[in-house]
């Protein structure tokens, strides 16, 4: 068939018209391109030893970076959205200057479910919605984020969902993470560890009173839990955390209940006339506890970091000024996803007077970037440098560039993938004993458009702009994905 709106929109199809390896057959019958080029799922799952480098890899770069991400498995049942995928987890483990390679789906409820019965059983996020269904009307997939805890890989969903537990060496999935028996509801994808105190800092949502819950899991297990009073239901996609706070988002983007009545659709509308809400709240605070403060109306997908000033409390994000879905005519069905997923986001910085109730704003730098990682060791604390990638509005949430900011001054040096080329968020990896915030290296995951080969990238944090110090060539095409994470090869055991 003719794939008019994927001709249309994703540049990321290879230059030279080559399908993407590895894919399942059933996507040549779908047009749209969060199914095709870069972003089209595989139908892999390998292991490999001794990883071809290009290049030499640091001896001392000991550990594994991880990437959480969507790959459907079965041929959607309605129209499709990329964060409908089935969650895979792709994995690269470095030690003396060699690699290996494993990926895995994360073996969640509802793939077990429809592999039993041959097919997709769920419509996605773009609906319509059968409430009927196990679980509501959305499968959770797993597919968004991955913290470690309690010595195991956990993998988090966007939407609130069960956190699912994989083995660090091994990537099988363990089951469903409960936290020592305390926590058995939902946790949602941004939910945060203190790399100082080991508590995990979560949040969860939901359509239903309480539309927010906040909580923290302590290293011995116990739970402390709080229900946060909203004025209905929101769709907070982060949470910020210092040593002792932890700041809750309410954006003025929520869903219009008379259209979801009428239609069956969730469409998240802007209110440019509502202000954006940020929660202060104690770490082991209640409702009664948050300090509210009114900012100027926007939305925010990810938090670079927080830290506090004397009596202030400081955030970094990357904000989009103006999330309003503007849907072109001709993509059809889907013109809101793809209108959705054209991400506009610079750095900005929030500050939040605890004793006055003053807020101060404003940008840090207008490029458009997001998906930011800093050096784990400083969150929560003042720091100095975070590693995004670069996002052109044009080209909808593809990875062109790996950029270091410097937050502080709002400069910045970027390493772009190259032609074709896309890339992965990218965490930092400190150096045994670094003495710098920066003392370190950077992973990414790459595919190149043009013959279908995924790579995986080694940078020198120090040095950005000189290139990759390696190039280690994979087994099998990766998908664009996520999320992603580095664990020191200390905790994987």
């Given amino acids: 068939m003719a794939l008019d ?35 089209a799922p595989t139908t892999q799952a390998v292991s490999a030893e001794a990883l071809e480098v290009e290049g030499e890899l640091p001896k001392d770069l000991f550990g594994a970076y991880f990437r959480n991400g969507p790959n459907a498995v079965h041929k959607p049942k309605n129209r499709y959205h990329w964060f409908d995928g089935d969650g895979m987890i792709s994995g690269i483990w470095f030690e003396d200057g060699q690699a290996r390679f494993r990926n895995r789906w994360i073996d969640t409820e509802g793939l077990k ?36 805890y309690d010595g195991k890989l956990v993998a988090l969903w966007y939407e609130s969902g069960k956190p699912y537990a994989m083995n660090l060496k091994t990537l099988e999935t363990e089951g469903i993470e409960d936290f020592h028996g305390n926590w058995k509801k939902l946790v949602s994808a941004h939910s945060k560890i203190d790399p100082a105190t080991g508590d995990f800092v979560f949040f969860s949502y939901g359509d239903r009173p309480p539309y927010l819950e906040y909580g923290v899991v302590r290293p011995d297990g116990t ?6 009073d909203l004025p209905g239901p929101r769709r907070p996609h982060d949470i910020g955390m210092t040593p002792n706070y932890s700041i809750l988002h309410d954006f003025p983007v929520f869903f219009s209940e008379e259209l979801f009545k009428k239609t069956g659709k969730r469409i998240p509308l802007f209110h440019p006339d509502v202000p954006t809400r940020y929660g202060v709240i104690p770490r082991f605070g209640t409702n009664e506890d948050v300090k509210w403060f009114e900012a100027e109306p926007c939305y925010m997908l990810h938090v670079v970091n927080c830290w506090e000033e004397g009596d202030w409390v400081v955030m ?25 997923l054209k991400l506009q986001a610079n750095l900005y910085q929030w500050r939040f007077n605890m004793k006055t109730g003053e807020v101060k704003e404003g940008d840090i730098d207008q490029y458009n970037a997001e998906f930011p990682m800093v050096n784990a060791s400083v ?62 290296y950077l992973v ?50």
């Avoid at 769920?122 to 991955?146: C, E, M, R």
Wanted: proline residues 9%.
């Fill in 5 to 39: 709106v994927t001709e249309r929109y994703s540049k990321s199809l290879s230059p030279d018209g080559i399908r993407p390896t590895n894919a399942p057959d059933w996507i040549d019958e779908i047009d749209n391109p969060y199914l095709h080029g870069v972003f």
């Fill in 113 to 148: 479910m429809e592999a039993e019965a041959g097919e997709s059983i769920w419509g996605g996020v773009l609906g319509p919605f059968d409430f009927s269904l196990p679980g509501g009307p959305l499968k959770d997939t797993a597919n968004t984020d991955l913290v470690v």
């Fill in 223 to 228: 739970v402390h839990q709080a229900e946060i």
């Fill in 316 to 340: 970094v994000g990357c904000r989009t000024k103006d999330p309003s879905l503007k849907p072109n005519k001709e993509d059809g069905k889907i013109a809101a996803m793809l209108s959705g």
């Fill in 379 to 440: 969150t929560g604390f003042k720091n100095r440098f975070s590693y995004l990638q670069h996002i052109p509005y044009e080209i909808p949430a593809t990875f062109h560039g790996l950029v270091k900011y410097d937050i502080q001054t709002g400069s910045y040096d970027e390493c772009s993938y190259g032609p074709g080329v896309y890339g992965s968020e990218a965490p930092f990896c400190p150096r045994p004993d670094a003495k710098d915030e920066d003392d370190g």
């Fill in 444 to 493: 990414s995951f790459v595919t190149d458009t043009h013959d279908w080969q995924s790579s995986c990238l080694v940078f020198d944090a120090k040095n950005l702009a000189d290139g990759p110090l390696a190039k280690v060539k994979l087994p099998t095409r990766l998908p664009a994905g996520f999320h992603t994470t580095w664990v020191p090869g200390d905790q994987i055991g």
